[in-house]
Nanobody
Framework: VQLQASGGGLVQPGGSLRLSCLVSGFTLDYYAIGWFRQAPGKEREGVSCISSGDRSTYYADSVKGRFTISRDNAKNTFYLQMNSLKPEDTAVYYC????????????????WGQGTLVTVSS
């Protein structure tokens, strides 16, 4: 089982980035997927998650209207489209996966990818 996150980088305020998480060892459409982040000196927080079948979706208040989570089951990849980025979005972003929506929503999924650093700065 492997989750491989990519797409981080340096972007100016107001810019956009798309993070990707390639999943191997699981059939993606059966699982809840999510993105979390951890800024320097802060605790990890949930950014967005979505249940299997895309029946339930969560966005943190701080990213609502700016970030969009999506999946491509055929590619076994899920994404986080981040628009209108702000300096406070700077963090290491982690992708995660779990069969249980409850565990994902609680911020305790079983499977994690490595982080990808997003830096928003002029």
């Amino acid at each position: 089982v492997q989750l491989q996150a990519s797409g981080g980088g340096l972007v100016q305020p107001g810019g956009s980035l798309r993070l990707s998480c390639l999943v191997s060892g699981f059939t993606l459409d059966y699982y809840a997927i999510g993105w979390f982040r951890q800024a320097p000196g802060k605790e990890r927080e949930g950014v967005s998650c979505i249940s299997s079948g895309d029946r339930s979706t969560y966005y943190a208040d701080s990213v609502k209207g700016r970030f969009t989570i999506s999946r491509d089951n055929a590619k076994n990849t899920f994404y986080l489209q981040m628009n209108s980025l702000k300096p406070e979005d700077t963090a290491v972003y982690y992708c995660a996966l779990d069969f249980s929506w409850d565990r994902m929503f609680a911020g305790d999924p079983d499977h994690w990818g490595q982080g990808t650093l997003v830096t928003v700065s002029s």
